[in-house]
């Protein structure tokens, strides 16, 4: 469990701040509010920025790139 960019602590339903494993796991796209979010809509989940840059003490967690650079 890696707690990457996305990483959040405040929101406005208590159960939404109840995190499984499967929330928090490498390579899940998305926050837990943007996933709910694109099941109500149907639409794909929309990362809001990139980083040109992986953090190497996040070993093994993918950020999302632009380019795929590093």
């Known amino acids: 469990i890696v707690l ?7 929101d406005y339903q208590y159960s939404d ?6 929330d928090m796991l490498v390579d899940v796209v998305g926050t837990k509010p943007q996933r709910r979010e694109a099941k109500r ?11 040109p840059y992986v953090r ?7 950020a ?4 795929g650079k590093r």
Request: net charge negative.
């Open 41 to 51: 809509t149907g639409k794909p989940v929309k990362v809001g920025y990139t980083v």
């Open 4 to 10: 990457g960019y996305d990483f959040e602590m405040a």
């Open 64 to 67: 999302p790139t632009e380019g």
């Open 17 to 22: 701040l109840i995190y499984g494993k499967e």
């Open 56 to 62: 190497p003490e996040l070993e093994g967690f993918q």
